[in-house]
């Protein structure tokens, strides 16, 4: 029979990960039993279904993190929840939102349009991911947003090209009828993993009159950035995919919400710190391009860029853009672009439409407005901006007394 110390050092020599399965494999019933229902009574209420997202845990890690074992499904919930853990996704920061139409605009009162609302949420240790709300805005132009659910759900995650790997592509499917506000995008591949920043959602109308929901945005691994393209139909699938192609390094693509001379069209600031137009005959394939606004006020002597896809009125496109001038202050204006030609600039505001005012300069990111994406409710214009990187809020303004702030 082996010394004492000969057992300790060869329960030592297994992965950690093993030791703590056998730990809970090691409960007798009663143990197991009393640790069961204190887990289920702790986080019931702050996930759907928990037993069966701490049981998809226990074999996601089978085979893997801990060997092969029989086990009951007491002890897998058990074994599962103990390679778990949560993650306040907007614990530190909510901020640069995007709008687009619901998919759903049923039993909207008259005069009404449902919306999405894309946030970027940021957690410890900086982390961006992608949460959403719902919301109205009503007749009069006011906007009201839907209580956010307190259950986030999980996302089933599946590569695209399974021989590949995430970083090719993943498809991401929520297996309920959750409300939108429960569903989080969270960094899930190698290009991602220090986060989702800045998605900037258009609805696309294809030339044969179908429509699909995209969203740019920017992947950030610890080190190097790319552009990736968010694609859903309906806010329950989601597909993400890398972008390639000599304009995609930098952030801050916005995509067209219809093709132009039968090719994609994007806006960029591909040098990091001119607005230019890039055209593609495939979604992700981006090269080259024209510069197509410059800093021209002090306001945005830095950069300027576009906040969001661009809008189309019978003027031509509305981009609403940021402005970056001295101390690294952002604000918000406007420009006209033809709606034949968008590479023609046809006016600009002279003046920032929306800065950070002395009351609310602090936050996260000091002296910042900013906006990932308006959004039209006939002629007036619906736009969602963040304030110091900490909290969103809206504004609504008429396009004709916009159009008048241009010179």
């Known amino acids: 029979?082996?010394?004492?110390?000969?057992?300790?050092?060869?329960?030592?020599?297994?992965?950690?990960?093993?030791?703590?399965?056998?730990?809970?494999?090691a409960l007798d019933d009663q143990s197991l039993e009393e640790e069961i229902?204190?887990?289920?009574?702790?986080?019931?209420?702050?996930?759907?279904?928990?037993?069966?997202?701490?049981?998809?845990?226990?074999?996601?890690?089978?085979?893997?993190?801990?060997?092969?074992?029989?086990?009951?499904?007491?002890?897998?919930?058990?074994?599962?929840?103990?390679?778990?853990?949560?993650?306040?996704?907007?614990?530190?920061?909510?901020?640069?939102?995007?709008?687009?139409?619901h998919p759903d605009q049923s039993g909207v009162p008259e005069g009404a349009i449902r919306f999405v609302l894309s946030l970027r949420g940021v957690g410890e240790g900086h982390i961006s991911s992608v949460t959403f709300r719902t919301g109205m805005c009503f007749s009069d132009g006011t906007v009201a947003v839907a209580p956010q659910s307190a259950r986030p759900a999980t996302l089933q995650t599946e590569a695209l090209s399974p021989d590949?790997?995430?970083?090719?592509?993943?498809?991401?499917?929520?297996?309920?009828?959750?409300?939108?506000?429960?569903?989080?995008i969270f960094p899930t591949t190698p290009s991602?993993?220090?986060?989702?920043?800045?998605?900037?959602?258009?609805?696309?109308?294809?030339?044969?009159?179908?429509?699909?929901?995209?969203?740019?945005?920017?992947?950030?691994?610890?080190?190097?950035?790319?552009?990736?393209?968010?694609?859903?139909?309906?806010?329950?699938?989601?597909?993400?995919?890398?972008?390639?192609?000599?304009a995609t390094a930098s952030k801050g693509m916005a995509l067209f919400p219809r093709s132009i001379d039968g090719k994609f069209a994007m806006l960029g600031r591909e040098d990091n710190e001119n607005i230019w137009l890039l055209t593609s005959n495939d979604i992700h394939e981006w090269n080259g391009g024209v510069k197509a606004i410059d800093p021209r006020w002090p306001w945005e002597f830095v950069q300027i860029g576009n906040c969001g896809s661009p809008l189309e009125i019978d003027e031509g496109w509305l981009v609403i853009t940021h402005g970056v001038g001295a101390v690294r202050n952002y604000c918000i204006g406007a420009c006209l672009l033809d709606r034949r030609d968008p590479s023609?600039?046809?006016?600009?505001?002279?003046?920032?439409?929306?800065?950070?005012d002395m009351d609310e300069r602090e936050g996260y990111v000091p002296n910042v407005a900013y906006s990932c994406g308006a959004m039209l409710h006939g002629r007036r214009l619906i736009l969602p901006y963040a304030v110091g990187d900490s909290f969103s809020t809206f504004v609504t303004m008429e396009l004709d007394d916009l159009l008048r702030a241009m010179n």
């Open 164 to 184: 590949v790997g995430l970083d090719a592509g993943v498809r991401l499917l929520c297996d309920g009828s959750h409300d939108l506000s429960e569903i989080v």
């Open 344 to 356: 023609k600039l046809l006016a600009r505001t002279a003046e920032p439409l929306l800065r950070s």
């Open 1 to 25: 029979m082996p010394s004492t110390d000969t057992y300790k050092y060869a329960q030592n020599d297994r992965p950690r990960s093993q030791r703590i399965a056998d730990r809970v494999l």
């Open 192 to 246: 991602q993993k220090s986060g989702i920043e800045d998605l900037r959602l258009v609805r696309f109308t294809a030339d044969d009159g179908t429509s699909t929901n995209f969203g740019t945005y920017t992947a950030f691994d610890g080190r190097a950035i790319r552009q990736e393209l968010l694609t859903t139909a309906d806010f329950r699938h989601f597909e993400l995919t890398p972008l390639s192609g000599d």
């Open 37 to 101: 229902e204190r887990l289920l009574r702790d986080f019931s209420s702050r996930h759907r279904d928990v037993s069966a997202l701490f049981l998809r845990r226990f074999h996601e890690v089978e085979g893997i993190e801990i060997c092969d074992c029989k086990v009951s499904d007491a002890q897998a919930i058990l074994i599962g929840a103990h390679f778990c853990h949560e993650y306040s996704y907007e614990a530190a920061a909510l901020f640069n939102p995007s709008i687009v139409p």
